[in-house]
């Protein structure tokens, strides 16, 4: 079946620096790709929509200039936070679509700023 | 705009009992119901897919039924075991690009 992979699993940053996290698509090609942020306990929130060769689509309320997305090729897509500060921690997640199977998921990044 | 809901927002079962998850959404209008099972601090695993044509889809002990008209999915499953314990979101299509709107999970623990 569709695999993607997210990197890094977890991350531990000092206030201020930036951090960038992957995502691939493994044995499919994703022209689309979603993050997503989920806070403890609660479900998951849309962040932007990744698009290869374009520019992201962000969700209302979502930085664009903290949140940095990159989508440079079929099977790659990075999403950068940048100046990272405490209220920034959260688990992120990734997905693509394929069309066959619908929609797979990384298996998250757990950020957390100190 | 799409609202998601997902009822009851936590279950406990002893093993081997039935296990009926609920999920509502306001638009009709769907693409696609996708139902998901999250571990603590896991990303999500896909269970079942149900196009907006199909009225259900099985896997195994996973059943999902689909219900259009009056924007309901049920997931059933069936002799639940210890580890059927997480946390499971249902997830609705309602846009062309694939945006995905989900529930806010129900909790499930299954008692040895």
């Known amino acids: 079946g569709a695999v993607v992979s997210q990197h890094p699993s977890w991350v531990i940053c000092k206030s201020g620096t930036s951090v960038k996290i992957e995502c691939r698509s493994l044995?499919?090609?994703?022209?689309?790709m979603f993050w997503y942020r989920q806070f403890p306990k609660q479900s998951l929130m849309l962040m932007a929509t990744?698009?290869?060769?374009?520019?992201?689509?962000?969700e209302q309320g979502v930085e664009k200039d903290k949140f940095l997305i990159n989508h440079a090729s079929l099977t790659l897509s990075t999403l950068t936070v940048t100046s990272a500060h405490p209220e920034d921690s959260s688990f992120y997640i990734c997905?693509?679509?394929?069309?066959?199977?619908?929609?797979?998921f990384g298996s998250g990044t757990r950020l957390t700023v100190v | 705009k799409q609202e998601v809901t997902q009822i009851p927002a936590a279950l406990s079962v002893p093993e081997g009992e039935n296990l009926v998850l609920n999920c509502s959404f306001t638009?009709?209008?769907?693409?696609?119901l996708q139902w998901f099972r999250q571990d603590p601090g896991k990303g999500l695993t896909s269970l079942l897919l149900?196009?907006?044509?199909?009225r259900e889809q099985t896997s195994g002990r996973l059943n999902a039924s689909l219900d259009k008209s009056s924007g309901r999915s049920t997931l059933y499953i069936a002799a639940s075991q210890p580890g059927d314990s997480a946390t499971y979101l249902c997830?609705?299509?309602?846009?062309?690009?694939?945006?995905?709107?989900f529930g806010a999970g129900t909790q499930v623990v299954v008692t040895p």
């Open positions: 997830a609705v299509n309602t846009d062309s690009w694939g945006k995905l709107q």
């Open positions: 638009d009709s209008a769907i693409y696609n």
């Open positions: 997905s693509a679509r394929d069309l066959d199977e619908g929609y797979t």
């Open positions: 149900i196009q907006s044509s199909q």
């Open positions: 044995d499919f090609q994703a022209t689309t």
């Open positions: 990744s698009n290869e060769g374009s520019k992201a689509t962000y």
